[in-house]
């Protein structure tokens, strides 16, 4: 048995409010089918900020996504699990709902051999702790557009044009994977702040990086072949601005978050069904035929080969640009709260930094 400590601090997330804590910490739920990890990095997703809200509704099958995206090493592996400890490691959350939030020192994922297989995956690059970027949400962006061209029977976006709404996290990778695929991209973004970090970060060209205002536009709107919709909520309006973007075939794929019951066009398709079930439907709008589909969640494969465009194509997958900020644990509480509560907000990633320092060498 490793050495492991009597206790650990770990945040709860009650009634709205984040918090952390010293907890014993929990010696009998390390079995046979027990990884536990050590994060070194963890990210704060906008979903999370979200489950503070209560305003996602949590499938059951996987459970909550407070505090999942994270690099760490594996601290204690059980017998039947297939890990070792030492090994580097990052979560699914698509897979299990037993496992424990993130945000703590140590992460308990329980599961079968061929859940843990698919829920914890082997990092190839040691590099990742001190260039820190995060896999899932890379993973998703990766599923998602293969998704997107296993829906519509493309090979890849070669020569197409492809519209993002919201230059955030999600959006802002849309447009590096797209652009990889031979597309161009122009990114929509409401407010100037998003816009301003992909300008100085290198990750947009002023031509790719527009108001979101400018997408009424007669020069933009009915020309684009693919429409990404990948803002906070997938709200009725920003639908409706994707779609006038949407030349007659176009896909739009919704991404951002719907609810149980949102429909576009009023009535037509259930988009949330579509986006968790990752369907596609034609629709009409403004006498146009547009197929709406959708894309969520991840698999190891696509973690797989999110590693493998980022090792081949470093230049193309910059992902350690989209952090903008880097806290302690200690923190992340108050920060969190900020975020949800809308006190405070940043472009690109956030991370939560719990990996001990080394002391500057004499
Ligand atoms: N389908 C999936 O598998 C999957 C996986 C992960 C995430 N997601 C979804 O993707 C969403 C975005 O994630 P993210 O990491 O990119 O978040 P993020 O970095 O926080 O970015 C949020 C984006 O939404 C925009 N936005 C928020 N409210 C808006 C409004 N009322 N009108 C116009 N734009 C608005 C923001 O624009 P401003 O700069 O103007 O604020 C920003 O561009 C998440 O909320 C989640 O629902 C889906």
Same mark, same amino acid.
Request: with cysteine; proline share 6%.
């Given at each position: 048995?490793?050495?492991?400590?009597?206790?650990?601090?770990?945040?709860?997330?009650?009634?709205?409010?984040?918090?952390?804590?010293?907890?014993?910490?929990?010696?009998?739920?390390?079995?046979?089918?027990?990884?536990?990890?050590?994060?070194?990095?963890?990210?704060?997703?906008?979903?999370?900020?979200?489950?503070?809200?209560?305003?996602?509704?949590?499938?059951?099958?996987?459970?909550?996504?407070?505090?999942?995206?994270?690099?760490?090493?594996?601290?204690?592996?059980?017998?039947?699990?297939?890990?070792?400890?030492?090994?580097?490691?990052?979560?699914?959350?698509?897979?299990?709902?037993?496992?424990?939030?993130?945000?703590?020192?140590?992460?308990?994922?329980?599961?079968?051999?061929?859940?843990?297989?698919?829920?914890?995956?082997?990092?190839?690059?040691?590099?990742?702790?001190?260039?820190?970027?995060?896999?899932?949400?890379?993973?998703?962006?990766?599923?998602?557009?293969?998704?997107?061209? +296993?829906?519509?029977?493309?090979? &890849?976006? #070669? =020569? !197409? @044009?492809? $519209? *993002?709404? /919201? %230059?955030?996290?999600?959006?802002?990778?849309?447009?590096?994977?797209?652009?990889?695929?031979?597309?161009?991209?122009?990114?929509?973004?409401?407010?100037?702040?998003?816009?301003?970090?992909?300008?100085?970060?290198?990750?947009?060209?002023?031509?790719?990086?527009?108001?979101?205002?400018?997408?009424?536009?007669?020069?933009?709107?009915?020309?684009?072949?693919?429409?990404?919709?990948?803002?906070?909520?997938?709200?009725?309006?920003?639908?409706?601005?994707?779609?006038?973007?949407?030349?007659?075939?176009?896909?739009?794929?919704?991404?951002?978050?719907?609810?149980?019951?949102?429909?576009?066009?009023?009535?037509?398709?259930?988009?949330?069904?579509?986006?968790?079930? +990752?369907?596609?439907?034609?629709? &009409?709008? #403004? =006498? !146009? @035929?547009? $197929? *709406?589909? /959708? %894309?969520?969640?991840?698999?190891?494969?696509?973690?797989?080969?999110?590693?493998?465009?980022?090792?081949?194509?470093?230049?193309?997958?910059?992902?350690?640009?989209?952090?903008?900020?880097?806290?302690?644990?200690?923190?992340?509480?108050?920060?969190?709260?900020?975020?949800?509560?809308?006190?405070?907000?940043?472009?690109?990633?956030?991370?939560?930094?719990?990996?001990?320092?080394?002391?500057?060498?004499?």
């Amino acid at each position: 048995m490793p050495n492991l400590p009597a206790t650990y601090l770990t945040t709860t997330l009650r009634d709205g409010v984040v918090s952390l804590g010293t907890h014993p910490f929990p010696h009998d739920a390390l079995g046979a089918d027990t990884v536990l990890i050590k994060p070194d990095h963890l990210g704060i997703c906008r979903a999370d900020a979200k489950e503070i809200l209560g305003s996602r509704d949590i499938p059951e099958d996987r459970g909550p996504l407070f505090g999942h995206e994270l690099v760490g090493t594996v601290a204690f592996a059980g017998t039947r699990t297939g890990f070792h400890e030492g090994e580097l490691v990052t979560l699914n959350p698509n897979i299990t709902p037993t496992r424990t939030t993130g945000f703590a020192e140590y992460v308990f994922v329980h599961g079968t051999g061929a859940q843990l297989d698919q829920a914890v995956v082997r990092v190839p690059e040691a590099d990742i702790r001190d260039d820190i970027w995060m896999p899932e949400p890379f993973a998703c962006i990766v599923h998602a557009l293969r998704k997107l061209l +296993e829906l519509t029977d493309l090979a &890849d976006l #070669r =020569g !197409r @044009r492809v $519209a *993002v709404i /919201g %230059a955030g996290c999600a959006g802002l990778t849309f447009a590096l994977y797209a652009r990889h695929l031979g597309a161009s991209v122009a990114v929509f973004n409401r407010g100037e702040p998003r816009r301003a970090f992909a300008r100085e970060q290198g990750l947009l060209a002023d031509d790719e990086n527009h108001p979101l205002t400018e997408a009424g536009a007669e020069r933009h709107q009915g020309r684009f072949d693919v429409v990404i919709v990948a803002p906070t909520v997938a709200t009725t309006e920003l639908l409706e601005t994707a779609a006038d973007l949407a030349a007659d075939g176009a896909v739009l794929l919704v991404y951002g978050g719907t609810r149980k019951g949102d429909t576009f066009p009023a009535g037509q398709a259930d988009i949330d069904t579509i986006r968790r079930r +990752e369907l596609i439907q034609r629709v &009409d709008h #403004r =006498g !146009r @035929r547009i $197929a *709406v589909a /959708g %894309a969520y969640g991840c698999h190891r494969e696509d973690y797989e080969e999110g590693f493998r465009l980022r090792a081949r194509y470093p230049d193309a997958f910059p992902l350690e640009k989209l952090t903008s900020r880097r806290i302690d644990l200690d923190d992340f509480p108050r920060l969190v709260m900020d975020l949800a509560t809308e006190r405070q907000d940043f472009p690109g990633k956030v991370i939560v930094n719990l990996r001990p320092t080394t002391p500057d060498r004499p």
